[in-house]
């Protein structure tokens, strides 16, 4: 069974919980993760070129293995990762023993009151495309929720009107464009091939 057809089957067991149920099965060794990969992603890769984080704080969404949280951190930036999956933040921790980044169990669905626009970067990097389409709508807003000043989101495409036989449940225009809600506004939106590369900042009002 390849990793997309674990993916799929636990997803369609556990809408709601299928990290948690892939992350253990990974550890237990009957499964693997798709997004288990030794490098950062490159379209972040490809964003931060010339990005000096020092002095600023980062939340890194759906951290999983820590690929992305661990560039960030090389940055200079104070990197905060979360997964609601316990198993995989317990495998992220071993993985980087001597980590500098914050890894913790959290829910992108309820996240900590504290964390309300807490971080001066955040990363969504491809996990609201990872949560059922209904689900979207509620996910998006909390990304935005959690940016003090500036968000970066990363996510395959998705033609409007569409339909995704996920998982994933890649990301259409309209919902791109409403990350831009809450004071953020699109600095720049980048499709390239089928992934999406889009930046927010929040605006912040003159007197």
């Known amino acids: 069974m390849s990793a997309d057809d674990d993916t ?3 997803q369609a067991a556990n809408p709601t919980g ?5 992350y253990a099965e990974a550890d237990a060794g009957t499964a693997s993760v798709p997004w288990d990969q030794p490098h950062p992603q490159r379209h972040l890769v490809e964003w931060a070129a010339g990005v000096d984080g020092t002095g600023r ?9 820590g690929r992305d949280s661990e560039f960030l951190a090389t940055l200079g930036f ?3 990762a979360f997964d609601i999956s316990p198993t995989g933040i317990t495998a992220v921790q071993a993985r980087h023993p001597d980590s500098k980044v914050r890894y913790v169990v959290a829910d992108l ?3 900590p009151a504290e964390w309300h626009h807490a971080f001066d970067l955040v990363v969504e990097n491809m996990t609201v495309q990872a949560l059922p389409v209904d689900q979207h709508a509620q996910a998006i807003e909390q990304v935005a929720w959690l940016t003090g000043s500036q968000l970066l989101v990363l996510a395959v495409a998705r033609e409007e009107g569409s339909v995704a036989d996920g998982p994933p449940w890649p990301l259409t225009p309209s919902e791109i464009k409403a990350f831009a809600v809450d004071g953020l506004a699109p600095v720049k939106i980048r499709r390239d091939e089928v992934r999406w590369t889009a930046e927010f900042v929040r605006q912040v009002a003159m007197n």
Do not use: I
Request: aromatic share 14%; glycine share 8%; hydrophobic share 45%.
């Open 57 to 65: 704080s980062a939340l890194v969404v759906g951290c999983g293995y």
């Open 109 to 111: 669905l309820s996240p």
């Open 18 to 22: 299928w990290f948690e149920d892939l």
């Open 8 to 10: 799929r089957r636990l």
């Open 78 to 80: 104070d990197v905060t």
